[in-house]
T-cell receptor, first 114, second 116 residues
């Protein structure tokens, strides 16, 4: 079955420290990969995506993500965390076979402590 | 419109009643998605529309759930004979048509359903 895994329910990091939120996927073909963020009582907002090309993609709010085909991973990173980065982060994969369904991981809650 | 609009934002209903949730996508977006987010859970895919047709409705949890889209725009998700386990936030998202679709989804703020 095609799936997206976010192995950590929660990530805690101190403000100013680097952060990583992990994502791995199991899908066929060449999927598009995404990260979204959800702030309390809000819908999801797009952060960044990988379609093709450079394995390191940059997105909104200083976030970046590294695509690793051999490890089927797409980890979200930021060099220096801010308290305002505290939110729920979702990794997503758009399946490019048999339609354009997008499936999501379970989400990782990020807490950045001052 | 400027963004994806969902209504109602909050709905409290009694077990056994029917509910309708509405989604108005961004103007010109031909793809429309419904997801369900339960407390502490990730996003569960329900159904996807391309225009008025639904190529993938594999995520609808039971035959009590149905969705339609008319005029390639507004979509309605209907839950019949609601159960307490239907309580969740129902999120709608849209994206441009296939020709210009780079993949990202634009989400509404959701409809929170509480079944008593």
């Amino acid at each position: 079955a095609q799936s997206v895994a976010q192995p950590e329910d929660q990530v805690n990091v101190a403000e100013g420290n680097p952060l990583t939120v992990k994502c791995t996927y199991s899908v066929s073909g060449n999927p598009y990969l995404f990260w979204y963020v959800q702030y309390p009582n809000r819908g999801l907002q797009f952060l960044l995506k990988y379609i093709t090309g450079d394995n390191l993609v940059k997105g909104s709010y200083g976030f970046e993500a590294e695509f690793n085909k051999s490890q089927t991973s797409f980890h979200l990173k930021k060099p220096s965390a801010l308290v305002s980065d505290s939110a729920l982060y979702f990794c997503a994969v758009r399946l490019n076979t048999g339609g354009f369904k997008t499936i999501f991981g379970a989400g990782t809650r990020l807490f950045v402590k001052a | 419109g400027a963004g994806v609009s969902q209504s109602p934002s909050n709905k409290v209903t009694e077990k056994g009643k029917d509910v309708e949730l509405r989604c108005d996508p961004i103007s010109g977006h031909t793809a429309l998605y419904w997801y369900r987010q339960s407390l502490g859970q990730g996003l569960e895919f329900l159904i996807y529309f391309q225009g008025n047709s639904a190529p993938d409705k594999s995520g609808l949890p039971s035959d009590r759930f149905s969705a339609e889209r008319t005029g390639g725009s507004v979509s309605t998700l209907t839950i019949q004979r609601t159960q307490q386990e239907d309580s969740a936030v129902y999120l709608c998202a849209s994206s441009p048509g296939l020709a210009g679709n780079t993949g990202e989804l634009f989400f509404g703020e959701g409809s929170r359903l509480t079944v008593l």
